[in-house]
């Protein structure tokens, strides 16, 4: 089951295309001031639970043989601190000096100062922190730790005790709300269950073939598309926040990926490799394009400049360029050496006999 599902890397750019595309309409009205991309708003966020729901399935197939093997907690956790930690420190760095020296220059635009200890720890905070897309890393440590006991555990129990871990969150989520605990209110958002999900179709792939592949592919872009269409303007008009979130968008998403697996794993049907490309890289891209997005528009946003449609136009264009090209390029001068580095310490190294044992004697 360790293998690499050519379609989930395909998945993975298209959640982190979707998330820069929100991101480049951010950027467009606070240097532009005259966005053409406000349709992204909803729908790029929902970049985010398509990440959710890869990560669980992921975790589940990576790990398929390890289940209940000695220390497999701890040396699943340990692999995916040294995955996520590394390249997010290297962008961390520059920001916190940054704010160190100029504050007004990081996160400008947000009332709630970041914390800068809870920002390099991954833990939850009132605003955003001083990488803002880091707040989503923050749910993702909590499932590696919740997943990590779950591996050591029979494979057999994975599905059951996900699933118990999933309701009780909903359950204590819906006690600790009234409290207004950050830590509580982080830690049972049911945008937790996404993960669960994820597990869920990992699971089905390793023991069976996905059942009804192009219906659930069919039902998951027309379950996106109603949640654009109700769930968003229900959601803000009753202030529900995110506790539909992980049915009204996550379960599409959900049936949405599966199709998309399915395709790979019963019709050989893949995505081209340029998109492929930027699925390897999508971590690098999650990570840097904001704050490479922010300083192309420092240098030459400006509405005076850009009232011209074509101008305006020519200027996200370019900057959607540079920011993928700079990502890919990151991806491979730092975040993949990274990779191989950490990878080399972390293997178990071949145990050396002496040379009696080696010759038989």
């Known amino acids: 089951m360790k293998q690499r599902f050519v379609n989930v890397q395909g998945l993975r750019a298209l959640a982190a295309l979707l998330v ?19 349709a992204f708003s909803p729908i790029g966020n929902w970049g985010v639970d398509l990440f959710f729901v890869i990560s669980g399935f992921v975790m589940i197939t990576s790990t398929w043989n390890d289940f209940g093997t000695p220390a497999i907690s701890w040396r699943f956790f340990l692999r995916r601190l040294t995955r996520i930690y590394p390249p997010y420190l290297v962008i961390l760095f520059p920001i916190a000096l940054l704010y160190i020296v100029a504050p007004t220059m990081v996160n400008d635009a947000q009332a709630i100062k970041p914390n800068v200890i809870a920002s390099f720890l991954m833990l939850p905070q009132a605003g955003f922190g001083l990488l803002v897309v880091g707040w989503t890393l923050v749910y993702e440590m909590f499932f590696y730790v919740v997943f990590a006991l779950v591996l050591a555990a029979n494979r057999r129990f994975c599905l059951p ?8 969150t909903l359950i204590a989520g819906a006690i600790v709300r009234p409290m207004h605990n950050l830590y509580f209110a982080t830690y049972t958002d049911s945008i937790m269950l996404e993960f669960i999900f994820g597990v869920g179709i990992g699971y089905v792939v390793a023991t069976r073939r996905i059942p009804l592949v192009l219906p659930c592919l069919v039902l998951g872009i027309a ?28 379960g599409p998403m959900t049936l949405f990926f599966a199709g998309v697996v399915g395709l790979e794993t019963q019709y050989a049907r893949t995505f081209p490799g340029w998109l492929i490309v930027i699925g390897n890289a999508s971590y690098s891209l999650y990570l840097w ?26 200027w996200l264009v370019l900057l959607t360029a ?15 050496p990274l990779l ?22």
């Open 20 to 38: 820069l595309g929100l991101h480049v309409n951010v950027l467009e009205i606070r240097f532009t001031g005259n966005p053409f991309l406000n």
């Open 161 to 168: 005790l996900m699933a118990l871990w999933g309701v009780l």
């Open 223 to 250: 379950g996106l598309v109603a949640a654009d269409l109700w769930y968003v303007p229900f959601n803000a008009a009753h202030g529900l926040g995110g506790t539909l979130r992980f049915l009204c968008i996550g």
């Open 289 to 314: 394009h904001l704050p490479l997005g922010v300083f192309f528009g420092r240098l030459t946003g400006h509405p005076a400049l850009l009232r011209n449609p074509v101008a305006h136009a020519a």
């Open 322 to 336: 540079l920011v993928l090209g700079a990502s890919i390029l990151l991806y491979n001068l730092v975040e993949r």
């Open 340 to 361: 191989k580095y950490f990878s080399g310490k972390l293997e178990p190294r071949p145990l050396k006999l002496p040379a009696r044992a080696v010759t038989g004697q």
